[in-house]
């Protein structure tokens, strides 16, 4: 069944019981993590075509992230009845369904992996282009997204994501438009991060 969220509507919170998958349709959903000291962090944002929401498929276990949509987003929700009859009548569903989990695992060791690059523009130029890896477009892809937001996902203050995210539009790299970040140019962020290697 589709559900549609609107901007800053959450699917589910973190300790929720557990409930159903989600693929996104439309819009997009940011990956909201529980911090020891900060307390709920954006952590990701999933884009068109991602899967989320599987951790109750393995465990059955209350919710360990929430999702919250980042723009009016549309999902394709399936409720964990409809999952378990699904994989009783097709016998390779099983797999197929905990493949979602090892793609979601690559997403987590590459957010942790940019956010071990030393320098805050180096993290950021990372953050900019994980983001774009979901989409399809070989244009610009505009992200909804502030510079606030930007700066909470690579662990920089808000003052230096500022200055960097202008040094990397006055490069022609992206574009900065209210509550949205558009990457004109990822091959010269690529370049950035090659040359600083």
């Given at each position: 069944?589709?559900?549609?969220?609107?901007?800053?509507?959450?699917?589910?919170?973190?300790?929720?019981?557990?409930s159903g998958l989600f693929g996104l349709c439309e819009g997009s959903f940011?990956?909201?993590?529980?911090?020891?000291?900060?307390?709920?962090l954006l952590g990701h944002i999933f884009r068109r075509g991602a899967w989320?929401?599987?951790g109750p498929l393995l465990t059955r276990k209350?919710?360990?992230?929430?999702f919250r949509a980042m723009e009016p987003s549309t999902v394709l929700y399936l409720p964990l009845g409809a999952i378990d009859l699904i994989a009783r009548e097709l016998p390779d569903a099983r797999r197929r369904l905990m493949?979602?989990?090892?793609?979601?695992?690559?997403?987590?060791?590459?957010?942790?992996?940019?956010?071990?690059?030393?320098?805050?523009?180096?993290r950021i130029a990372a953050l900019l282009l994980r983001l774009c890896?979901?989409?399809?477009?070989?244009?610009?892809?505009?992200?909804v997204v502030t510079q606030a937001e930007m700066a909470e996902m690579s662990n920089v203050s808000r003052p230096t994501a500022n200055a960097v995210l202008r040094r990397?539009?006055?490069?022609?790299?992206?574009?900065?438009?209210?509550?949205?970040?558009?990457v004109t140019d990822a091959a010269a962020l690529e370049d950035?991060?090659?040359?600083?290697?």
């Open positions: 069944m589709r559900r549609f969220y609107d901007t800053g509507a959450y699917t589910h919170h973190i300790g929720d019981e557990a940011g990956v909201m993590v529980a911090n020891r000291r900060a307390g709920l989320f929401g599987q209350p919710r360990g992230l929430a493949s979602l989990s090892e793609y979601n695992q690559a997403t987590v060791i590459e957010a942790i992996s940019d956010l071990l690059l030393r320098r805050a523009d180096e890896e979901a989409d399809t477009a070989t244009g610009p892809v505009t992200h990397f539009a006055r490069q022609g790299a992206i574009s900065i438009g209210y509550g949205t970040i558009t950035f991060l090659a040359q600083e290697a």
